[in-house]
């Protein structure tokens, strides 16, 4: 079972210079069609990542950290902020995830305890559209920051003390209060016009905490866009090959398909 994210509120933000984006991502993401349990394929195509995503069917967005410290990750789900509903701005409210910390967003964060699911509609039902942002309809993208290293102070011991020229076993002995803050764990080209975007779907309980986040730069260290619309889209604009979508459709011979063994015919 994945680790309950926490939900950064308010983050500090640093003024110093950005490192350099990686080869290798701090985090990866991935989508999951929650009506059928599959990961979502993507086909890698003019110079960006693609998924198709099935009309009605609800999704899941996995986050997970490959490295060992914390890290924030700020949500946008077509050009909108998963967690605070506004226009999405790496420098906004993002989930912490711990290291090596693996989860999955499911929907829009209606509050600390629940969320309305992310389902795949028509343009004009999306979340964006219906809010009157219907431009950036079709991406999904992460903007990811390291923590600031908090600095640990080690007191100097004080200085001896000589009195009356006669030795003392007295000693000023170092006194330091050393507290540990708790943290809690996580969490283009020619193209047609966009055919599906994200819903604002069924209230879901999904818990999360509340955690503070220095940023170590006021810019990402990694920004990720995967883009989606449905199939026949896909398809229509040469990112799936038709064969491949006949076989994702359900034409394909199956191992398993449903149902018990029946008689053959004439006996």
Not at 14 to 39: E, F, H, K, M, Y
Not at 204 to 221: A, D, K, L, N
Request: glycine share 8%.
């Amino acid at each position: 079972m994945p680790r309950i994210p926490t939900i950064l509120v308010l983050a500090a933000l640093a003024t110093s210079a950005c490192n350099p984006l990686g080869a290798r991502p701090l985090v990866d993401i991935d989508v999951i069609d929650r009506d059928t349990g599959q990961w979502l394929p993507e086909v890698r195509a003019r110079g960006q990542d693609w998924i198709p995503g099935d009309p009605g069917h609800r999704y899941s967005v996995r986050l997970t950290n490959t490295s060992g410290e914390r890290v924030l990750v700020v949500l946008s789900v077509d050009g909108v902020n998963a967690i605070t509903g506004e226009d999405a701005s790496p420098s906004q409210a993002g989930y912490v995830l711990a290291p090596w910390q693996s989860t999955e967003i499911a929907g829009w964060r209606k509050s600390l305890d629940d969320i309305a699911q992310f389902y795949f509609t028509d343009l004009p039902d999306s979340y964006a559209a219906r809010t009157g942002r219907p431009d950036n309809v079709g991406v999904i993208g992460i903007a990811v920051f390291r923590e600031r290293a908090q600095p640990v102070v080690y007191p100097m011991p004080a200085p001896p003390i000589a009195n009356s020229g006669r030795a003392t076993d007295k000693a000023a002995a170092p006194s330091a209060a050393r507290e540990s803050a708790s943290r809690a764990d996580g969490a283009l080209g020619a193209m047609q016009p966009q055919g599906i975007g994200t819903g604002h779907g069924a209230r879901e309980w999904s818990p999360v905490g509340q955690t503070t986040f220095e940023r170590v730069s006021s810019r990402p260290s990694q920004v990720s866009e995967l883009r989606y619309d449905d199939r026949e889209a896909l398809v229509a604009m040469g990112i799936i090959p038709r064969d491949e979508w006949r076989h994702a459709a359900g034409d394909a011979p199956r191992a398993f398909p449903d149902g018990f063994v029946a008689d053959p015919p004439n006996w």
